[in-house]
């Protein structure tokens, strides 16, 4: 007799109550530089997981400013909380943390600053529909075709 396996969650695996947000972690730099990684995480304080989206280094970090800035007033925080001293990790909206997301993922390889300001430009001109999609299609399988396709599509 051919025996059928049953799948049966293991007791580690918890169900995490709550929305789907993101954390912006800031990395010290030299001086008063600093760099960030966005996490994207699901439930609320203890019982939440996180998963990292994008990192970026003091230097690509201070391409992309005005987008943090944007990002974190969006997500009703003083644009002071952005300190190269901050331990604790700053919450960001759904919204806010696509669309920032958007902005690390397609300006990460860029160098020329004109370049990484229409990136940014044609980025904040895109709906709410628009940065979800484009982010589903970047996380996804073909991740790295999609950013590319995103940065010709904006950029060019």
Request: proline letters at 4%; charged letters at 20%.
């Amino acid at each position: 007799m051919n025996a059928v396996k049953r799948f049966r969650p293991t007791s580690h695996l918890a169900l995490v109550e709550g929305v789907r947000g993101f954390r912006l972690v800031i990395t010290p730099g030299r001086g008063e530089a600093f760099g960030v990684t966005l996490e994207e995480s699901y439930g609320e304080n203890g019982s939440s997981i996180t998963a990292p989206v994008s990192v970026a280094t003091p230097v690509q970090a201070g391409r992309v400013i005005d987008a943090l800035f944007a990002a974190v007033r969006k997500a009703g925080h003083q644009p002071s909380v952005l300190a190269f001293k901050r331990k604790a990790p700053i919450r960001l909206g759904e919204a806010e943390g696509v669309r920032l997301a958007l902005v690390l993922l397609a300006t990460l390889p860029i160098a020329k600053h004109e370049r990484v300001r229409a990136l940014v430009a044609g980025i904040n001109a895109m709906s709410v529909e628009e940065t979800y999609y484009w982010y589903s299609k970047c996380m996804g399988l073909d991740g790295t075709r999609a950013r590319k396709a995103l940065r010709t599509l904006l950029a060019d």
